[in-house]
């Protein structure tokens, strides 16, 4: 019971609580599983896409926002717009008066600064969305996390988004060989992550499910994917000598093919 607590983005509850931040929060843990990681040269992102039906197109889930950062995002799409633009034009408005870039700590200042003005104004409420922004600049690489409460976190690796754990699950037990990782074994161990965030397919447990199961849940189970592919998977990468890159379609198999060799190695 919220008592009322949580009519307003400025009514804290008697402990100590936000409750709308609690409930944009949330809706990141629905959205679909993102997973970040970077090394001394190259910041990555991954994403898996989810269409709402048989009949749309996927949504996609990263976006550029200058040729040195871009976003990987989970939680409500259209804040994540609204937010990607708004980055944009940061960006650009810097390069228009200092000629330069603009560095992506200074960027993540300004982005926390303008998620946290929705939690302390009354009529507004937060962001529904996090974000994993990758960049590269002066400083090197950069993976910054982003919650509805105005944090901007550094991260070695992370994860979020529906059954997130699982993947930073794989990053806690692999991170230390990060640092020293190449771009093509930074894509791969994004990629492992990222498989481990997809549920595996259980059929005895799914025909028990079914039974007690809305029409409407049986086929959103349905349009869960089961592996990783060209349609429903997109990566990014940044780092010395490489802009802000999206590989998706096609152009990711080399990518995919890539995991099955992993796996016959090991």
Request: net charge neutral.
């Amino acid at each position: 019971m919220t008592s009322g607590y949580d009519d307003d983005i400025t009514v804290w509850s008697p402990q100590g609580r936000l409750f709308q931040i609690e409930y944009a929060t949330e809706a990141i843990s629905q959205g679909s599983c993102c997973v970040g990681l970077q090394s001394k040269t190259h910041s990555f992102v991954c994403s898996v896409q989810r269409a709402d039906s048989e009949l749309s197109s996927a949504q996609k889930k990263i976006f550029a926002v200058d040729k040195h950062v871009g976003i990987a995002m989970a939680g409500l799409m259209s804040d994540a717009r609204v937010l990607c633009q708004w980055m944009r034009q940061e960006c650009i408005n810097s390069t228009y008066v200092y000629s330069t870039l603009l560095p992506v700590n200074r960027l993540m200042h300004r982005l926390a600064e303008k998620l946290q003005k929705n939690t302390q104004r009354d009529g507004r409420r937060p962001y529904g969305v996090g974000l994993i922004v990758a960049g590269f600049d002066q400083q090197g690489t950069h993976l910054v996390v982003t919650t509805p409460g105005g944090e901007a976190l550094d991260y070695k690796a992370h994860a979020i988004g529906a059954r997130s754990q699982s993947a930073r699950t794989y990053l806690q037990k692999n991170y230390e060989q990060f640092p020293n990782a190449s771009l093509n074994e930074l894509v791969r161990h994004g990629l492992y992550a990222l498989r481990e965030s997809i549920p595996k397919k259980n059929k005895s447990l799914d025909k028990e499910q079914a039974g007690g199961s809305s029409e409407k849940e049986k086929a959103e189970k349905e349009r869960e994917p089961t592996q990783l592919t060209t349609k429903n998977c997109t990566i990014a990468f940044v780092g010395e000598n490489t802009p802000f890159t999206v590989v998706e379609g096609k152009d990711l198999q080399t990518y995919l093919d890539s995991l099955d060799t992993g796996d016959n190695d090991d």
